[in-house]
């Protein structure tokens, strides 16, 4: 390609011919269909009033969690999904080798606190 010089303008590049139009009676306007209404989502069970849920990740997925002095155990390894009374909740996680980790956690009525925890390993 040659830069042209200044107030010289380029020739209009060749066109392709146009498209003809489709033989009479061979084609119809696209029709959209009515829509459909949406599914409705399926009704959730009905909370217990006074509850609250604790979502609880943890690692490793082998750590032991106590919630309120009572060991948890969980199918879905190291996510626990506990419903406790509104309120106070000391959740502790341990696991040999690793340090403990403590806190306290204010559950409020209907609330779910999402709890993420990863444990360090202990230094020799």
Do not use: C
Not at 6 to 20: D, I, N, R
Not at 24 to 53: D, I
Not at 69 to 80: L, P
């Amino acid at each position: 390609m040659e830069r042209l010089p200044a107030g010289v303008t380029s020739e209009l590049p060749e066109l392709a011919p146009a498209v003809p139009a489709p033989p009479a009676g061979s084609y119809r306007t696209p029709v959209t269909p009515p829509r459909k209404p949406l599914p409705q989502p399926a009704a959730r069970p009905a909370e217990a009033v006074g509850f609250g849920t604790l979502d609880i990740f943890v690692q490793p997925t082998s750590a032991d969690v106590t919630i309120d002095g009572q060991r948890w155990v969980s199918s879905d390894e190291g996510h626990f999904m506990v419903q406790v009374p509104a309120g106070k909740h000391r959740i502790e996680v341990k696991k040999s080798g690793y340090r403990q980790f403590t806190t306290e956690i204010d559950v409020g009525d209907g609330q779910t606190v999402p709890l993420n925890v990863s444990l360090m390993t202990t230094s020799s």
